[in-house]
């Protein structure tokens, strides 16, 4: 039988669901200590993608207690309204409808001159993924990762650096 005391939190967080309030060996309200890209952070933090408007990609706005401290609610609002206002435009039947008439009608050689509006809404959003860790995040000593390496599933930050 193992004591509560000789449990240890592993050295490498990964990131898991929200299960209640954070527990006592968190970086939850403590100071960023390390620096991003070279140490491991302390916690990750997932915000979850939203369903409630069915199969369209957007993250839920709920605001993190972890981050309490180091951004406001309306600065982690305004970034995640940002980022699912990029990714409604990513999937707009109707640009895609208009990309892929166009790629029949010339036997898909516009697809070699002009980049569909997914692939441009895509670099768009990873601009803004980096302008938000230099600009707000980083200094803060949080990091947002980018969620096309995990499908859309969830947005982590890396937080306790």
Request: charged share 20%; with cysteine; net charge negative.
């Given at each position: 039988?193992?004591?509560?005391?000789s449990?240890?939190?592993p050295?490498?967080?990964?990131?898991s669901?929200?299960?209640?309030?954070?527990?006592?060996?968190?970086?939850y309200?403590?100071p960023?200590?390390?620096?991003?890209?070279?140490?491991?952070?302390?916690?990750?933090?997932?915000?979850?993608?939203?369903?409630?408007?069915?199969?369209?990609?957007?993250?839920?706005?709920?605001?993190?207690?972890?981050?309490?401290?180091?951004?406001?609610?309306t600065?982690?609002?305004?970034?995640?309204?940002?980022i699912?206002?990029?990714?409604?435009s990513?999937?707009s039947?109707?640009?895609?409808?208009?990309?892929?008439?166009?790629?029949?009608?010339?036997?898909?050689?516009?697809?070699?001159?002009?980049?569909?509006?997914?692939?441009?809404?895509?670099?768009?959003?990873?601009?803004?993924?980096?302008?938000?860790?230099?600009?707000l995040?980083?200094?803060?000593?949080?990091?947002?990762?980018?969620?096309r390496?995990?499908?859309f599933?969830?947005?982590s930050?890396?937080?306790?650096?």
């Open positions: 039988m193992v004591s509560r005391t449990r240890r939190r050295l490498i967080p990964h990131s669901y929200y299960f209640g309030p954070p527990p006592a060996d968190c970086a309200g403590t960023p200590v390390g620096h991003i890209g070279v140490h491991h952070p302390r916690e990750i933090i997932r915000i979850e993608r939203d369903y409630a408007s069915g199969e369209v990609v957007q993250f839920t706005p709920i605001y993190p207690l972890e981050l309490e401290g180091r951004i406001t609610p600065q982690f609002l305004e970034t995640i309204n940002d699912n206002e990029i990714l409604i990513a999937y039947i109707r640009h895609s409808f208009v990309y892929n008439f166009f790629a029949i009608a010339t036997l898909q050689l516009s697809t070699l001159l002009v980049a569909s509006h997914y692939t441009k809404e895509m670099r768009r959003l990873q601009e803004k993924f980096e302008e938000l860790n230099t600009q995040y980083n200094p803060v000593g949080l990091n947002i990762l980018w969620p390496n995990v499908a599933l969830f947005v930050l890396d937080c306790g650096l």
